[in-house]
């Protein structure tokens, strides 16, 4: 937290917080600690208080005045939830019609007075420009959309609504108590980060402070792939810049697959020795986190095609038909196959435990069963490549750290890996080597000793941060090795750090906004 007035802010929580939001009297920060549990604390700090597990990956809360909290989360079989704000079991409000073309509803800002909530209805197809900002009245249960092509609207005391579409902070005046907007909606400011899930980076206080952090386009909307040896030198790939993440080298180092996030989300093929990007899976849904067979053959990847997301398998050359391998309520997100191909690892949200390290064994019956799981998040979970050791992240210690369990026999023995935080591990081939990302962004490395017991080097830098590692709301892991170990396949965001400290993202406050806002927008 961070007053106006000061230089240094003041630290409330110390762990993996995400997405705050505050409570209607300004005493109590809500907020996501790593990836699905919902707690609170006071705003001048303290103990911290568990609110409620979430079935997925957070995508925005409000606190209303009756001391209830409404969040939303990539859960796509639900849409706005309703929780204590003491804590307790979440209540469903408001699930997507996929008949109608709806993927999720995210983004919920309570109106004045507890009475309504404002959120964003996401589409079939995946862009933002067909989504619709909708408002349901909590007294009713009856919702209805105010604007089609923007996302993330909030209420200003001025008697208008903001909101994003395109890149741009929108304004149009609005009828608290009918509910509705009235005249034509007015660009405010030009160029404000957005996210590629649709969240602005924009707030306005009460008394007429607007926040907001200018850049054009969404957080690494655009990114180039580069090779980058172990001295730092980068070499293009030669794709076109796009939105990537996730990219993954086949087993056989020929081809690679990555997720656009400029079209609808799906799983694209790039051939290194042709030089072509070819999209590989085209269900309008989002399909996301994959990995490949060790034969380099199929691609395992996570989908909500068919409402929860679940996992699907298919033919990297586009032969036979996509099958699916799980089907449960839960949502699962691929990270790996076991070096013999027998068993497959992902995550899946469990509103009881949070994110659990699970498996499967694909060549038997596919019963899903916990490979580690606790109360709290644990995640992209990854075997080494002799099929001897399990790594993964998980934050019970406050913060995400790596760690490293026997495998099979997880139970056997823990070991933490990084010292002052990391997430995303990855195993260089040869096992000698274990890789993960820090909390700053930076490629660091740790050395495996060989022998019958767990032992490792000190961890090192070995890329400083600069790259396209990690991103809010982005959990999967966005970098991966050559088969030889000796160079790095990541992503280098736009605008680059070459460029000019006015060019890039800013923090802009703006004070006396609301007597700009009516002489360009007139409220009703």
């Known amino acids: 937290m961070r007053a106006l007035e000061a230089i240094e802010p003041m630290a409330v929580f110390k762990g993996a917080p995400r997405e705050p939001f505050v409570s ?146 929108w304004a149009a005046a609005f009828d608290l108590a009918r509910l509705e907007t009235r005249g034509t909606a007015v660009p405010v400011v030009p160029e404000v980060v957005t996210t590629t899930f649709g969240a602005v980076d924009a707030v306005s206080a009460a008394n007429g402070i607007l926040a907001y952090v200018a850049g054009a386009g969404a957080v690494g909307a655009q990114g180039t792939l580069v090779w980058v040896d172990l001295q730092g030198q980068e070499t293009p790939i030669g794709a076109p810049p796009r939105p990537y993440v996730y990219p993954r080298l086949a087993p056989d180092g020929r081809r690679m697959t990555l997720v656009l996030g400029d079209q609808e989300l799906d799983v694209w093929l790039w051939d290194f020795v042709r030089r072509t990007l070819t999209r590989i899976t085209f269900d309008p849904g989002v399909d996301a986190q994959h990995a490949w067979t060790p034969d380099s053959r199929r691609l395992i990847f996570s989908s909500d095609r068919a409402g929860s997301r679940n996992l699907y398998w298919q033919a990297v050359d586009g032969t036979g038909t996509v099958e699916r391998l799980t089907e449960g309520p839960n949502e699962q997100n691929m990270t790996a196959v076991s070096p013999d191909g027998t068993r497959l690892i992902f995550g899946e949200t469990r509103p009881a435990t949070g994110v659990d390290i699970m498996q499967m064994q694909i060549d038997g019956d596919r019963r899903v069963m916990p490979l580690v799981q606790t109360p709290f998040t644990e995640q992209n979970g990854i075997v080494s490549p002799d099929g001897r050791w399990l790594a993964y992240e998980a934050n019970d210690s406050g913060q995400f750290e790596i760690y490293v369990r026997p495998f099979p026999d997880v139970n056997s023995g823990r070991w933490q890996v990084s010292t002052g935080g990391g997430t995303r591990p990855l195993w ?90 009516k002489a360009r927008v007139p409220a009703p």
């Not at 081939?429 to 909390?439: A, C, G, I």
């Open 24 to 169: 209607p009297d300004g005493q109590w920060i809500g907020f996501v600690d790593g990836t699905t549990s919902l707690r609170k604390v006071a705003i001048t700090g303290g103990p911290v208080v568990m609110i409620a597990g979430m079935d997925g990956t957070t995508r925005g809360a409000t606190w209303l005045p009756d001391e209830t909290i409404i969040f939303a989360t990539t859960a796509s079989t639900t849409g706005l939830q309703r929780v204590s704000a003491a804590g307790g079991t979440p209540m469903v409000l408001t699930r997507p019609n996929r008949d109608q073309g709806e993927v999720d509803h995210l983004w919920p800002e309570s109106l004045p007075g507890g009475r309504a909530v404002l959120f964003t209805i996401t589409a079939v197809g995946g862009t933002l420009d067909a989504a619709q900002i909708a408002v349901l009245d909590l007294q009713t249960g009856a919702r209805k959309v105010l604007i089609r092509g923007g996302t993330h609207a909030h209420y200003l005391a001025s008697g208008h609504l903001m909101y994003a579409a395109a890149g741009t902070l």
């Open 428 to 517: 260089a081939r040869n096992t000698r080597e274990l890789f993960y990302v820090s909390p700053t962004g930076a490629l660091m490395r740790v050395g495996v000793e060989p022998g019958p017991a767990w032992a490792a080097t000190t961890p090192s830098v070995l890329l400083k941060e600069g790259y396209f590692t990690s991103a809010a709301g982005l959990f999967g892991r966005s970098y991966d090795v050559s088969p030889d170990g000796q160079r790095f396949l990541l992503i280098k965001s736009t605008p680059s750090s070459d460029q000019t400290a006015a060019s890039r993202p800013s923090l802009i406050i703006v004070q006396n906004w609301f007597e700009e806002l």
